[in-house]
């Protein structure tokens, strides 16, 4: 792949919230999973773990019992990283840098795929329809599908966001 290549892919990643309906076969499901555990993580602790949800009834389940996920009943799988973040300041940094990999990864396979974001209220809710044990924190609710939609490909580029050399300075 060329440098420009490897760019263009990047902004190719986009949230995808429209799902033919169909399975997502099993390798690729693993595909996704090499993907975030090839993340970089504080001391390499590698915190995370991942529960796979691909039987249609729970998947329907989970996403509606996300405020925000409800597009995802139509997934083809539903990927839930968690881990316990107890002692470990940098648990959500790394499970961060996991789910980027992992809906780059969706990307290059044609999956479309949402990172939902998870909190306390939505932790406490699935934990135990999914028999997650108290302790471990899920840190977010991803729907993976076949899409059916395909958002344009776009970087959000702001130079007022950069600051070159000194705090201030906006110049090139
Ligand atoms: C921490 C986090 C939480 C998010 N939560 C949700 C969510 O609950 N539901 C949803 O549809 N999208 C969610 N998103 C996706 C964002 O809306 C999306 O990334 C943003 O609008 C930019 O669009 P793009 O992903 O297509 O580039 C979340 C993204 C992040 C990083």
Redesign the pocket.
């Known amino acids: 792949m060329t440098e420009k290549e490897v760019l263009d892919f990047i902004f190719r ?5 429209k799902f033919t309906g169909e399975p997502v076969p099993r390798e690729k499901l693993e595909a996704l999973l090499r993907a975030a555990m090839a993340a970089p993580s504080a001391r390499n602790r590698q915190p995370w773990e991942f529960l796979v949800i691909t039987e249609r009834e729970k998947i329907r389940e989970v996403c509606s019992a ?4 409800k ?1 995802g009943v139509e997934a083809g799988a539903v990927i839930l990283p968690l881990g316990r973040p107890a002692g470990n300041f940098y648990f959500f940094q790394d499970m ?1 840098a996991a ?1 980027e990999n992992l ?1 780059l990864a969706a990307a290059n396979l044609g999956l479309g795929a ?4 998870m909190d306390e209220n939505r932790n406490k809710i699935l934990r135990p329809l999914l028999g997650i044990p108290e302790d471990y924190w899920i840190f ?2 991803i729907p993976v599908g076949i899409p059916a939609e395909h ?1 344009a490909p ?1 970087t ?1 580029y702001d130079p007022r966001k950069v600051h070159w050399e000194k705090f201030g300075n906006r110049g090139a």
């Open positions: 990643r986009r949230s995808v919230r996300h405020p925000y996920a597009f961060a789910v809906l949402t990172w939902c974001g977010a609710l958002p776009r959000q």
